[in-house]
């Protein structure tokens, strides 16, 4: 009978879909086999694969009723957590959390209401489950939701709808913004009534397209006026190549022309989901962590040949070098081990050592300028650990919110900075008394239910790094679009700019003449945003001004290794500028790169 009723409900979603221009849901529920299984894969989009099918063209999405079983089984090259980002308030088995894994998991949901999935570790990876109850009108999104950070809200609040638009995006590549296509930005959403707030029954598609629009004008490409020095590497981690079953290429910018100049993709060894880099200090190598394994490959700047592929451990995040040997640390993303950083020889000539920075999961540390200072953000612990290389111990590990991601620095060192995504927060810590001094939060000018916006506002904050001369810092938000600067002086919000969906990267490089540019990449996209955060030379961060916007595709010339069959140009992620020039950095420059740097640029707080 139980078998029956579930059927029953996927007929009646499937002809409530045909009247509509969607896909009809594929059943999600078989009679011998009544699970929804999410297989964990590397694929762009479909990170959590429904193994039924898509839903309503939706590969991330199921739909069943109360008191089904939902299955969790590992097709990545990676450990993944397996965690309840978004569940009806007061569910029965929620909130869910697994530790890092490769294995399978399950759990029973049994309260009617939309229940979201996601890896703490790569938290885009998005996997949806409405339990419908087949009795009431609409399928149900429950009454409230609840976060895994301990927010409740309606249903029918901004917040709700926002986060749901994010996983349509999220989840669906013909969602993701082309800047090569012609015409407005159109974005799908399923055409269903939902049973919301109060039980009333709404349309997803009507409801999502009026909040927020829908064939939205693209932002025109430009280039910026003035030219930068030498060029920028994007880690486009969702592109895909022939020559590879893995996503993922590596695109170099150059900074004269604004065309790209070269892509890796090192078919070679299936180079797997690309994520951040780094340079030696001679700015012949780049470092490139691939954060669906366990390894870092090593390859030529100039040329793009391959020379290596080290394995450090699962989901290398990032990798930075210190400036006082040029040896290599690398982040272990999905290790929950104590030593979870793995410090490499100069030129990543051989794992040398594991450091004890007393967490596991740290994603995006930060150097400091002199090398005795490393700061990390730990994932899965909402805290920070600042660890001292002259002691070779911790100095300190400090609260965060919840999911920090990010980590930046001053030039003088003496304060960082971390990111908590979940919380969309910014801690602020003072290095040397090895405290916290103040809490940013991002999300101070936004009401979660109406939606109204009353100034700078950020929502979900990733890469956030303080500029090379310690007047502002840019951070990347990924749920709101948005760019926010903060003044390091006083540690305020000064100022918020448009971005593209799932906005991430952000990283500074120099501009010919003096000054810096930001740049800024997003996953859902295949433009690279060009940032002067202070236009008039006047010291002042709220003066930020978008003055470009790049394509990250191919163009005629293009160098390659591989040929691009998909998602071109898309999946913007990590940030590599060359020359660096972060304090600490640029004075080990060869000559050749300070001879096209300012005095001001060679010596950024002198």
């Known amino acids: 009978m139980k078998q029956r009723v579930r059927l029953g409900m996927v007929v009646w979603v499937a002809g409530l879909l045909a009247c509509t221009a969607v896909s009809p849901i594929t059943s999600t529920v078989q009679a011998s086999d009544p699970r929804i299984t999410f297989e964990l894969t590397d694929e762009p989009g479909a990170w959590f694969r429904n193994a039924a099918g898509p839903v309503a063209g939706f590969r991330s999405l199921a739909v069943a009723t109360p008191g089904t079983e939902v299955v969790f089984t590992g097709k990545s090259n990676t450990v993944h957590t397996r965690t309840s980002l978004i569940f009806p308030t007061g569910a029965i088995n929620m909130p869910f959390d697994t530790a890092p894994r490769k294995g399978s998991d399950q759990v029973v949901l049994h309260t009617p209401g939309l229940y979201v999935f996601t890896c703490k570790i790569h938290p885009y990876m998005f996997g949806a489950v409405i339990v419908d109850n087949p009795s009431t009108t609409g399928l149900d999104l429950g009454e409230n939701i609840s976060l895994v950070n301990g927010i409740t809200v309606p249903t029918s609040s901004d917040l709700a709808t926002r986060l749901l638009r994010t996983f349509f995006i999220a989840t669906h590549p013909a969602n993701w913004i082309d800047y090569t296509s012609p015409g407005p930005w159109h974005i799908t959403y399923p055409s269903v009534d939902v049973r919301i707030t109060g039980g009333a029954v709404a349309n997803l598609d009507a409801v999502l397209s009026a909040r927020y629009g829908n064939d939205l004008d693209k932002a025109p490409l430009t280039n910026p006026a003035t030219a930068a020095v030498g060029e920028v590497w994007v880690d486009t981690q969702f592109e895909k190549t022939a020559g590879k079953s893995k996503p993922g290429t590596a695109t170099a910018i150059n900074g004269q022309t604004w065309q790209a100049r070269r892509k890796v993709a090192l078919p070679q060894i299936n180079m797997n989901n690309p994520h951040n880099m780094w340079t030696d200090k001679n700015q012949n190598l780049i470092y490139q962590t691939q954060w669906f394994d366990s390894k870092l490959a090593v390859f030529n700047r100039v040329t793009g040949q391959f020379l290596n592929n ?297």
């Open 310 to 606: 080290i394995s450090v451990g699962e989901s290398p995040a990032h990798v930075m070098t210190r400036t006082d040997t040029d040896q290599l640390h690398v982040t272990l993303n999905g290790s929950p081990n104590n030593d979870s950083v793995v410090e490499l020889a100069p030129m990543a000539n051989g794992v040398q050592r594991r450091i004890n920075i007393g967490r596991g999961t740290p994603h995006a540390h930060w150097m400091s300028h002199d090398g005795k200072l490393m700061v990390t953000p730990n994932a899965l612990s909402a805290d920070s650990t600042q660890f001292n290389f002259a002691s070779n111990s911790i100095d300190a590990i400090l609260p965060a919110g919840a999911i920090p991601i990010a980590t930046g620095m001053t030039p003088d060192s003496k304060k960082s900075y971390v990111a908590s995504l979940l919380d969309s927060t910014i801690t602020v810590i003072d290095t040397q008394a090895k405290v916290v001094v103040k809490t940013i939060n991002l999300l101070e000018n936004y009401d979660p239910i109406s939606g109204a916006i009353t100034g700078p506002v950020g929502a979900l904050p990733i890469q956030t790094p303080v500029s090379p001369d310690g007047k502002n810092m840019v951070t990347a938000n990924t749920l709101t679009g948005t760019i926010t600067v903060v003044n390091p002086v006083t540690d305020t919000v000064v100022a918020m700019l448009p971005c593209d969906p799932g906005c991430h990267g952000v990283q500074y490089g120099a501009k010919q003449g003096g000054g810096y540019y930001a740049y800024v990449s997003s996953k859902f996209s295949n433009s690279l945003i060009v940032v002067d955060p202070d236009p008039n030379n006047d010291g002042n961060p709220a003066d930020a001004v978008i003055v470009g916007r790049i394509l990250l595709t191919a163009a005629t010339g293009t160098a390659s290794d591989d040929t691009v069959t998909g998602n071109r140009g898309m999946g913007g992620q990590g940030l590599l500028t060359i020359p660096v020039v972060y304090n600490g950095w640029v004075q080990n420059l060869p000559q050749t790169w300070k001879d096209l740097l300012t005095p001001a640029q060679r010596n950024p707080i002198q």
